[in-house]
């Protein structure tokens, strides 16, 4: 069964403003949705935010079932990684992959394996088949679990 993930929290559109916010996170895991969200170093401790620090990290998000946390600069990745939670880290890369063996596909590239996200942020069209790839990742995933 294919895991659709809430890209930042989102699960029916982008709200900015609520995005990467812990009680928006975890709505997001209490209607069971695997949650993307970015995590970022600032003045020594671990911040929840994309392009900039938005409220300290609540550590219990890092470790909830289905998280896939994107580790936003090298310091994050450090840490994250002492912290035995499944993180990511790229710049321009198509494709990397979590420290636990997940493969993070962005929109138009694809890797059919079990293991695969495929991350759906400019409304393309999903792959054929989609049962054979652990999750899709998006901002509207309450639509794309339909």
């Known amino acids: 069964m294919t895991l659709y993930i809430a890209h930042r929290g989102n699960t029916n ?10 009680d928006y996170l975890n709505a997001a895991f209490d209607l069971n949705y695997g949650v993307e969200f970015d995590v970022m170093f600032y003045k020594n401790n ?20 289905n998280a896939f946390i994107h580790a936003k600069d090298l310091n994050a990745l450090e840490l994250l ?9 790229h710049e321009n890369d198509k494709i990397t992959i979590t420290n636990n063996g997940f493969i993070w596909c962005f929109p138009g590239f694809f890797v059919k394996s ?10 393309k069209p999903l792959p054929d088949n989609i049962s054979n790839i652990y999750g899709i990742c998006g901002d509207y995933a309450s639509i794309l679990k339909t």
């Open 13 to 22: 559109g982008q709200l900015h403003d609520f995005e990467n916010k812990i």
């Open 46 to 65: 671990l911040y929840l935010g994309h392009d900039e620090p938005q409220e300290k990290l609540d550590i219990s998000l890092i470790h909830k079932p």
């Open 114 to 123: 079990r293991l695969a996200v495929w991350l759906d942020l400019h409304n």
């Open 81 to 89: 990684l002492k912290l035995n939670c499944n993180v990511f880290w």
